[in-house]
């Protein structure tokens, strides 16, 4: 397999269960460099779940899990980060009792293999810090550099959320729900921040805001109980009987 | 329209970025309060000269507690079984001299480091698994058991009994052991000035920033790619060695030693003065250490039963008023008299 035929993350038949439930059915899922690819569903279809198997917090049964065509299936998540897979939260995973500018240090200093100097102060690594800034300033984070996480508003914790994943440089992005929590006042800002991100990253997003999948997904997968009922463009999901069947009583848009 | 506020805010805010990249860049330098609790190490030597040997004793415990401090406050490992490395490194300083007839302290500290490193080092791996009360319990219990073992090796260790009537060598050729231990006081303090500055910048490193990530959120850690078990174990390495060393100097001052080292007592009382005087902060070492060992030693000798009393109501205290120690109260005070002056 040559590296311009293969996609950016490739997952071929992944299986996944808790004891005798299974969470995960024979997934397959393909995402090109720069795809911008939504992943929909009833809730405990198993979106998160996948999401875990992809970066390495759970091991599937069974199943290939292929970055740019190399097998990443058996290596550990830090392995997997190190190669270009970044992910979000749905719940906040953040560093709450540290700086806006901490929580991204880390990231970055990882990223760049200085995260184990042990004799020289952090303040020194001066290119750590200069890139964390300018992430944060690419978000509109640089006023909150110094404020301690735990007292940011929620919106814009989501904002840090991200901005961490971005500062370990992906060429994959798991977005699991982004907006989710914010009100809907603010949610734009993550939004706009979730449009303008780099075109040659190849972005997977969870989301359950319809309006949201339809206007940034160009393919969509939607996922239930643990297997993928349907693939395809943003019309033929909506067309889907189906989708609509699967989430009759759901808000999903018609038309 | 979306795209120009995108390159309006893209452009670096000059006083942002440069008060935030002083924020990382000076935190790490020394401030002139923190020459106070060496001022004041120096003045008990001149002000007390007949107590230099409890002196030595709360030198050792500050070391103890700081070494704890690095685990707990920094990298958010809870241990109930840091007496572990106290003791061996306490017993190995005692042992080269009596079994191997090496009688050069500073050598013995070595020894100590070494020894405990490499039981921080093999338990680590094993332990550091686990978190929270498993890992309390686990730590709890290897200890138990390393005293165990002392005490089934009566004939090399002296069991209970302990190994009394240790000497050593001048230090540095020079100065000698002395009744009142005044030599041993400024030993101590010599080994503990050093190991802090080592805690002090290992704290402030890169390294010392990712062990802040661990404790304030693991999952986050793994996913920004950090190998945290690696990270763990090299703390707790680095914390064992440095808990060896001051039961060696424990040994060295008091020149005998008794498995009582290993007691759950050890473990608790300076877990108690990293709490009082706050974990996470390094001078919380210094200021709980003190202030346990003076209260211990006079309300003590009092009646044991106060003792108990007042250890256990300068903990709920503590827990309830001062959750941060003593010195985050200290903090708290005086950023509200500040604020309060500003108009």
Do not use: C
């Amino acid at each position: 397999m040559t590296e311009a035929t293969s996609a950016a993350l490739e997952i071929k038949n992944l299986n996944k269960s808790f004891g005798a439930i299974p969470v995960a059915r024979d997934i397959a899922l393909a995402l090109p460099r720069g795809a911008r690819h939504a992943l929909i569903g009833p809730n405990g279809a198993g979106k998160t779940t996948l999401v875990n198997l992809i970066t390495g917090v759970l091991q599937p049964s069974a199943g290939q899990i292929l970055l740019d065509g190399d097998d990443i299936t058996s290596l550990p998540q830090a392995a997997r980060t190190r190669r270009g897979i970044a992910r979000t939260f749905q719940i906040n995973q953040l560093f709450r009792g540290l700086t806006v500018l901490e929580n991204v240090y880390l990231a970055v200093a990882e990223r760049m293999r200085v995260a184990h100097r042990v004799w020289r102060p952090a303040g020194a690594e001066r290119d750590v810090i200069d890139q964390a800034l300018a992430q944060l300033e690419a978000l509109r984070l640089a006023d909150d550099a110094l404020k301690i996480v735990r007292e940011l508003p929620y919106g814009r914790q989501r904002l840090v959320e991200i901005a961490i994943a971005l500062a370990q440089n992906p060429r994959v992005l798991l977005l699991d729900e982004p907006a989710a929590g914010v009100p809907s006042s603010e949610s734009h800002l993550i939004l706009d921040v979730i449009g303008a991100l780099d075109p040659s990253i190849a972005i997977l997003i969870i989301e359950h805001d319809m309006d949201v999948v339809f206007r940034f997904a160009s393919r969509i997968t939607v996922l239930v109980a643990g297997a993928v009922l349907t693939e395809g463009s943003p019309q033929q999901i909506r067309a889907d009987a189906r989708v609509r069947a699967v989430y009759l009583g759901e808000e999903f848009p018609h038309g | 329209m979306a795209a120009s506020d995108a390159i309006a805010a893209a452009a670096p805010a000059p006083a942002a970025r440069a008060q935030a990249t002083a924020f990382l860049a000076t935190r790490h330098r020394l401030r002139p309060w923190e020459a106070l609790p060496w001022l004041l190490a120096i003045a008990a030597f001149f002000i007390f000269p007949d107590r230099m040997l409890f002196g030595s004793q709360v030198l050792v415990m500050v070391l103890f507690a700081l070494s704890l401090d690095l685990i707990l406050g920094f990298a958010g490992i809870v241990s109930l079984g840091h007496a572990a490395f106290f003791g061996l490194g306490a017993y190995t300083a005692a042992l080269i001299t009596l079994r191997l007839n090496w009688q050069e302290p500073i050598s013995g500290l070595f020894a100590a480091a070494a020894v405990a490193a490499v039981a921080g080092a093999a338990s680590g791996w094993l332990l550091l698994r686990y978190r929270g009360l498993t890992l309390l319990v686990l730590t709890l219990a290897t200890t138990i058991m390393l005293q165990e073992v002392g005490n089934l090796m009566r004939d090399f260790t002296g069991g209970y009994d302990g190994l009394p009537g240790l000497t050593y060598t001048p230090l540095l050729g020079l100065f000698d052991y002395d009744l009142f231990g005044h030599t041993y006081y400024l030993y101590a303090l010599a080994v503990l000035f050093v190991l802090f500055l080592v805690v002090r910048t290992i704290v402030h490193s890169p390294f010392g920033q990712t062990l802040a990530g661990i404790r304030e959120n693991v999952a986050r850690m793994h996913a920004v790619g950090s190998p945290v078990h690696l990270r763990l174990v090299t703390v707790y390495t680095i914390s064992a060695a440095i808990a060896g060393v001051a039961g060696a100097l424990f040994t060295q001052t008091n020149t005998y030693v008794t498995l009582g080292v290993f007691d759950f007592d050890n473990s608790a009382g300076v877990m108690v003065m990293l709490i009082l005087g706050g974990a996470g902060r390094l001078y919380g070492a210094f200021v709980g250490a003190v202030i346990y060992m003076v209260l211990q030693d006079n309300l003590s000798k009092a009646s044991p039963q106060y003792w108990q009393f007042a250890v256990g109501l300068m903990l709920v205290l503590t827990v309830l008023f001062a959750r941060r120690g003593l010195l985050g109260l200290l903090q708290d005070a005086g950023r509200l008299l500040t604020s309060g002056r500003k108009p």
